[in-house]
Nanobody
Framework: QVQLIESGGGLVQAGGSLRLSCATS????????MGWFRQPPGKEREFVAA????????SYADSVKGRFTISRNNAKNTVYLQMNSLKPEDTADYYC?????????????????????WGQGTQVTVSS
């Protein structure tokens, strides 16, 4: 079983930045595809960013491309989401997720059903 714990959420003004972290348990972190998703109030959960096992390939939703950066430190069993130039529409609960599928070794996984483990989420609120 893998446990994921997000941190770094909070309240920020539009144009500001936040860095989310997701610490994971287990000894096989480097063999998991990792992703960030978000769920705005009253809406469905949506893809934000994903990264392959080694961190060599990433993918982003169009709405965050150029503003958000996903990265990982396999030595620390942690994945990050650097969020810059935040907008009010970025307000959501942010979740990190881990995927056991070997597909995650060569392509970023963008579908919710490709992930096996989820964190509890961290809230991000961007004020205008």
């Amino acid at each position: 079983q893998v446990q994921l714990i997000e941190s770094g959420g909070g309240l920020v003004q539009a144009g500001g930045s936040l860095r989310l972290s997701c610490a994971t348990s287990g000894r096989t972190f480097s063999s998991y595809g990792m992703g960030w998703f978000r769920q705005p109030p009253g809406k469905e959960r949506e893809f934000v960013a994903a990264i392959t096992w080694s961190g060599g390939s990433t993918s982003y939703a169009d709405s965050v491309k150029g503003r958000f950066t996903i990265s990982r430190n396999n030595a620390k069993n942690t994945v990050y989401l650097q969020m810059n130039s935040l907008k009010p529409e970025d307000t959501a609960d942010y979740y990190c997720a881990a995927a056991r599928s070997y597909s995650g070794s060569y392509r970023p996984l963008k579908e919710l059903n490709e992930y096996d483990y989820w964190g509890q989420g961290t809230q991000v609120t961007v004020s205008s």
